[in-house]
Structures are given as C-alpha cells and as structure tokens.
C-alpha cells in the first residue's frame, strides 16, 4: 500500500489514476469543470489545483499519485486562484442567471456561491452570438460556455461522432460545429450526452413544456401520458429522495394534480415490442437472413446507422419502439372510441432528448398522424412538478391506470443497458420456471461493459449475441462484423452509456454513484415485480386479441407505405 500526505493527514492509495482521485477518495470533493472519469485527462479548468510542500501548485487532475507525496487542497494562496479562476470565467459569461433553464444546477454558479465569489470585476464586452435551437433536441448557447471540453471529448471519446470542437483561439474560441455549421444541420444524433456533461447553461434540452401545460388547461383535450422505465429511478434526484429509489407512484400522484387525464407506463409498451421483436428475430433466424437483428428502440442509435452504415438499415428490427407502440395503440383507441369527443394527445416521459425526434419520423406516423404529441424528459416533468407548487415527497403512493398501467419486470429493464436482450430471453425460452429465468442473469447479458457478448442454447443452435451502449462501442462492433472477425445473430444497441437510465434528459449530476444506483434500482423494481415475462402480461394477449387484431403490422412496425 502507498500513501500520500494531504493537508496532514496520511491517505492510502492504490491504483488511483491520478492525485485528484484520491483526494476524493479522502472524502475532499475539489471542484472540477472538466475532469470526467469516463474521458481522456484535459487539465483545462485549473479548478482542481493543489499546493505541495514546497509551495508548488498543480493540476491534481493530470498528476499521477507517487507514494510520499504532501499536498494542501485548500490554503490562501489555492483560494485565491480559484476564485481568480471562476471571476475570470464569470466576466466572460452571460448574466442571466435567473431565468436560465440551469439555474441552481449550474457548476458555475453553485462554484461561485461556494467559493464566495460575489463580485465581479470584469465587464463582458463579448459580442452576444445566436442561440442554435435547429435541433430538435438540444439547445446550444454559446454565451454560456466555459470551454471546458466536456461536450467535445463526450462526443468525440464515447459516442465517437465528433459533432463539436474547439475553433478559433484565445479569447474568440468557441466551441462548434465544423464549419459553425447548426446543429440540425450536422450528423449529431440527439443523444443530450453532452448535455449531461456541460457544467453550465450552454446545452440544454429543448422544452416542450408550453404546449403540454396548454394541452392541459384546455377541457376539449385529453391528455394520455406514459412514463419510462428509466424514468421512475430519477426524478426523485431533485426532490432530496434517494439516488436510485422507485418514485414512480408518487409521480402518478403528482401528474393526477397537475390535470393529466390517463396515467399509464411504457413498460406496457416493452411488453408489447418484446412480442414482436421475438417473433421478428424468430423468422430472421429460420430464413438466415438480415442477421445479426439490430434492435430499434434507441432513436440515436438508429440515426447513427441509417447515417454511418445505410447497407445495414436492413439489419435493424422493423418494430417501432415501446414508445411509438404505445403512442399508436393509445391513439387507434382514441379514433375508435366514438363516444368521447375531445382529442387525444399522448405525452412521453422519457429520460431521452433523441425520443423528441423520434416521433417526428415519417414511419412512425399512422394515418397521417403523430403517435406520440410531445416529449418530455425528466429534467422537464421535474421542473413542471416545481412550477405546479408540488412536493413530491410529500405525495401519496398512487397506482396507474388500468388497463395499460399493468406491465411485466421484463418490461422496467428496458431501462438498462442488456434489459432488452433480457427481455427477449426470457420470452424465447420454454420454461418458464424462476430458476430458468434467474440462468439468463448470468448469461453475461448483465453489467456495466461497453460491449457485451452471449451465446445462448436454443432449440439445436446456438445463439450468438451482443448487448453494446456507448455509439463508440457499436461503431466498434459494427466495424468487427462487416470485417468478418465477429458475427451475431442479435444486437442489442443503447446509444447512452449504461442504457437509458443514464440518457441525456435524466437530471443531472449522473456521477457513479447515481448511476450504480440507478442500475440496481430498475433491477429491484424486476425482483419485486408479479409478472416477469412480457408474454404473461395479460393485457398484452387480450390487446392482440382485441384492438390489435389484424393492425400489428400497422400500429407496431414502421410504416413502409411512404
Ligand atoms: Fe428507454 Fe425505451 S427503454 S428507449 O431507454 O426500448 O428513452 O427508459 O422509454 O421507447 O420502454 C428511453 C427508457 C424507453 C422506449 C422503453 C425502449
Ligand atoms: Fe454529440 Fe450526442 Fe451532443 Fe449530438 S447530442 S453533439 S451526438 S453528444
């Protein structure tokens, strides 16, 4: 065991990779802008400064810890430059703290209340530039940007697209498309994982929070809402419940009050896509073709290969995902229902911002009509829960409605990265029995790795698969199939590292302790939950039975009149 000195007090170390990792092992939470553990070291920010025994100052984040070392992380001299830090940054920053979609959750501004920064010296004579809002997805405002990098190394190092990156130098750099291109106008998927990582205001979800409180206040439309797996383990962040709980009842208590008509999950629409996708899988396997089958549910990922890899569109599962089922089946029962005269509208909650361009696609269209209205993500519904004047620890347990609001465990880990496979699994196999469930746990389908791969026993074959999160890691599979050294016959792609729960319109900080949390909080909601596979959900049967019938190809595939 090693050991360094920090501010006198010996710490142990072992493999930490560099000094700031073990300060934080010591229970010393430096501030930082642009140290992330999962990107390459930058060292930009100079937030993370430490002083060693003979008055050297460095950045703890790009120093490897040696055994013996002394250091301070908090004497007059690292305050001062700190703060010299965060007023510098503040006199180049925009002022509109107050209506700024991040405030109180903005690094920036929680740094220099920290710090006691409370004046600043500086004017800003920096030209204002235009907002980008051409996504359809994130907002980019670069009067808010502290070039810290974050965006441009999440993009460029996980998701592997290189949408951003530095332009100009000294005080005209900005952080860009190449070309200062807009965003919709660039091959950026939508995924919000850099606006997971940015420490301030300057990538945001783009709201769709008017047009929903619209829709409620108007009596001749009824509002229908369906909530995401990942979603129940996260909206809890913001209200002082516990990184990872379930909230979902207290979340159907609170959209009760805040006039939301039917209340109903998107697990039913897992349910739903685990029925059709077996089956689609099923068929590409006894006829050996499009195979590996490419799952669909992730909008960012099917972006990215429709743009990356168009000679694999074919590959990809024809099946709408969980949300676009539900949507559509929510909005055929609408037309079918003669009796109720208002309009249907049917809001997500998803902790994705891709879900938002998700259902502008032609092909999830159905008679012409959108099945999903609007998007909102769960940084949205917090922030509608706070401006209804509602607690929601104080809010009581309320189940969903029915018939929609019954789905199985197989259907909450969807929000999971290998929740779908899972999912799959245990729709394919014969028996039924918990101890042949429990068997697909350790299939090697579970767990936090990049790419993972299985190969499973079914009927005489044997079933290669993969389960992949993080665009880069399927850029990397993709490039070993087409070159013949790897081959599958499923393919599970979530475009966000670690699935949806950790997707790029969750509440943010996801650090991983909210992200382990989170993971074993879906899986606990699994263990407890009376039905396991989606095929045992008897909604599902009675729904092919009924509404259904004859439309599946219709309500649950894309749409291939266009
Ligand atoms: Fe997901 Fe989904 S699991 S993509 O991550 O498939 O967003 O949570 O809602 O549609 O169900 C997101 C989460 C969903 C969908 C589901 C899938
Ligand atoms: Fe890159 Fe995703 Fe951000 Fe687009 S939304 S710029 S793809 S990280």
């Known amino acids: 065991m090693k050991y360094m000195t ?6 142990a170390f072992d493999d930490e990779k560099n000094v700031l990792s073990v300060i934080r092992k010591a229970g010393i939470n430096l501030p930082t802008f642009c140290y992330h553990s999962e990107l390459s ?56 703290c107050t209506t700024c979609k991040k405030n109180g959750d903005c690094t920036l501004q929680n740094l220099a209340k920290q710090l006691g920064v409370s004046y600043i010296r500086f004017e800003n004579n920096k030209p204002q530039i235009p907002i980008d809002e051409s996504s359809d997805c994130i907002v980019i405002d670069k009067n808010k940007c502290i070039l810290c990098g974050d965006c441009v190394r999440t993009c460029e190092e996980i998701q592997g697209l290189g949408i ?27 995924c919000g994982q850099c606006r997971v990582v940015c ?149 997500s909650i998803m902790p994705c911002t891709a879900k938002k361009a998700e259902i502008l696609r032609p092909e999830h269209k159905t008679e012409g009509e959108q099945d999903v209205d609007f998007v909102l993500t769960t940084t949205e519904i917090i922030r509608m829960i ?30 999971v990265t290998g929740g779908v496979t899972e999912a799959v699994l245990r729709r394919l196999v014969a028996d039924s029995g918990m101890e042949a469930l429990n068997e697909i746990k350790f299939t090697g389908i579970r767990g ?4 993972k791969e299985s190969i499973i026993p079914y009927g005489d074959r044997q079933l290669k698969i993969a389960v992949v999160s993080g665009l880069k890691n399927a850029d990397e599979l993709i490039q070993k199939i087409k070159s013949g050294e790897a081959q599958y016959d499923f393919v599970e792609v979530m475009a966000c590292r670690r699935g949806c729960m950790a997707g790029g319109g969750q509440p943010v900080p996801i650090g991983p302790r909210t992200k382990a949390a989170r993971f074993e909080g879906l899986y606990r909601i699994d263990d407890a939950a009376q039905i396991k596979r989606s095929n045992d959900n008897p ?11 004859g439309k599946e190809h219709k309500l649950l595939h894309n749409n291939t009149d266009l």
């Open 199 to 347: 420490p301030t205001g300057a990538i945001t979800i783009k709201h769709n929070i008017h047009p929903v409180w619209e829709a409620l206040a108007d009596k001749n439309t009824r509002v229908v809402v369906q909530i995401a797996p990942a979603v129940r383990v996260a909206v809890g962040d913001k209200f002082g419940i516990p990184k990872g709980e379930n909230s979902l009842g207290k979340l159907v208590a609170a959209l009760r009050r805040m006039g939301f008509d039917e209340i109903y999950d998107t697990d039913f629409g897992a349910d739903l896509t685990i029925m059709e996708e077996s089956k689609e899988f099923l068929e590409r396997v006894k006829s050996g073709e499009k195979l590996p089958l490419f799952t669909s549910c992730c909008p960012a990922w099917v972006k990215f290969c429709e743009q990356k890899y168009p000679e694999l569109r074919e590959n990809i599962s024809t099946c709408r995902s969980p949300q676009q089922m539900f949507g559509a089946v929510l909005k055929e029962e609408a037309r079918n229902n003669k009796e109720d005269s208002r309009k249907t509208i049917v809001v």
């Open 41 to 96: 070291t930058y060292g930009a920010c100079r937030m993370c400064v430490v002083e060693d025994d003979r008055g050297k100052i460095f950045a703890s984040c790009s120093e490897v810890p040696r055994d013996g070392m002394v250091i301070y992380t908090n004497t007059p001299k690292l305050q001062h430059h700190r703060k010299m830090i965060l007023e510098l940054m503040l006199s180049a920053h925009c002022r509109e």
């Open 164 to 190: 951003l990156e530095f332009a100009y130098r000294g005080s005209k750099m900005q952080v860009m498309p190449a070309f200062d291109r807009k965003m919709a106008e660039t091959a950026c998927v939508g």
């Open 6 to 11: 920090i501010n006198n007090r010996k710490v």
């Open 448 to 451: 936090t790795k990049g790419i």
């Open 539 to 549: 909604i599902v049967g009675e729904l092919y039975e009924g509404l259904l019938k």
């Open 386 to 415: 706070k401006e209804a004047g509602i607690d929601l620890t104080q809010m009581p347990w309320e189940a969903m409605d029915m018939p929609f609001g019954l789905s199985s465990g197989a259907g909450v880990i969807f929000g």
